[in-house]
């Protein structure tokens, strides 16, 4: 193997850590305490995973966490007076809705209903649309998570072919947007593109954020490509990425593992947005 190994972890330990100092000086400066206002609606097992560890890093790094947690079965009215009251709410400065939502509830409408200035997920369509423009607001959290571990890894994004595999809102759309706004040189592919792997072959930096257990295999990796494997596919063996890391890790010049990659990256840049929520909103009166 000889790839070099990205380390996520340790580097959303360095942004956890870069964030916890900045908070110290905004409650220095602006007299009050950044908060994060966590939505989980239900009982899903790994919801309430991810909500728990964004609970703890978030007060782990200066700021207050803020939680609700309606029954399962909440009207979409009812979540939607949630949202409004926590969007007129002073004290929040990030609300994230906890997604999925149960089948009666219309994710679009809800996450429509927050204030983009609170948008800490990046989803509203004012947010998404600020991305698209070139003028970024909040930027959703893996996306943003992605560009910090290029960075760390002093990737040059300037004319190089980045190929992104998916185009989810979430993931795969906004890590597109934020290459071509680097200037790299961008192919995003789906489920009907023609050929995967000989697109992906053409990448200095391949993301693949699909859902599919090991789908991009040597072939579909350059010499010295770097990957970066947004996948989190739940087997029996455990968790595996979208790339199989083992024949990827023969060609490329830096992978990202799952877990321990890409995944620890997406709540660092949560507290970040939250306390660039914060700041906004004091600036802005
Ligand atoms: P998603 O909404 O299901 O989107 C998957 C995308 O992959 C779609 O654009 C789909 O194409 C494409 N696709 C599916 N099968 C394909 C195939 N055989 N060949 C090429 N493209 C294919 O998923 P997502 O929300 O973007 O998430 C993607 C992965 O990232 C999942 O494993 C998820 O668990 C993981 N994830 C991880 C984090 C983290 O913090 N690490 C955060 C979010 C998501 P079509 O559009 O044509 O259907």
Request: some cysteine; charged content about 25%; glycine content about 10%.
């Amino acid at each position: 193997m000889a790839a070099r190994i990205i380390d996520g972890k340790a580097v959303a330990a360095a942004v956890r850590e870069r964030v916890k100092v900045d908070v110290a000086a905004y409650v220095e400066e602006a007299g009050r305490v950044p908060g994060l206002a966590t939505v989980l609606v239900g009982e899903d097992p790994a919801s309430q995973v991810y909500v728990g560890m964004k609970r703890r890093n978030t007060e782990d790094v200066g700021m207050r966490s803020i939680h609700h947690e309606p029954e399962a079965s909440i009207r979409e009215e009812e979540l939607l007076e949630l949202v409004r009251e926590l969007n007129e709410d002073d004290d929040v400065d990030g609300i994230l809705v906890q997604l999925p939502l149960p089948a009666q509830i219309s994710e679009n409408a809800i996450v429509a209903a927050i204030d983009p200035r609170k948008d800490v997920d990046g989803l509203t369509p004012i947010n998404a649309g600020l991305l698209a423009h070139g003028d970024p607001g909040l930027v959703p959290c893996t996306p943003s998570g992605v560009m910090e571990l290029l960075a760390h890894e002093g990737v040059g994004l300037e004319g190089a072919e980045a190929v992104v595999v998916g185009r989810s809102k979430l993931v795969g759309v906004p890590v597109a947007r934020l290459l071509l706004q680097a200037n790299a040189t961008v192919t995003v592919c789906h489920s009907r593109t023609r050929d995967l792997d000989a697109t992906c072959r053409r990448a200095d930096v391949l993301v693949a954020a699909v859902g599919v257990p090991r789908l991009l295999g040597k072939e579909a990796v350059k010499e010295g490509a770097i990957v970066i494997d947004v996948g989190v596919n739940r087997l029996e063996e455990g968790l595996v990425g979208d790339v199989d890391y083992e024949a990827a890790a023969e060609v490329a010049a830096a992978i990202t593992p799952v877990p321990g990659g890409v995944g620890p990256m997406t709540i660092a840049m949560l507290l970040d947005n939250t306390l660039q929520a914060a700041r906004m909103r004091t600036t802005s009166g």
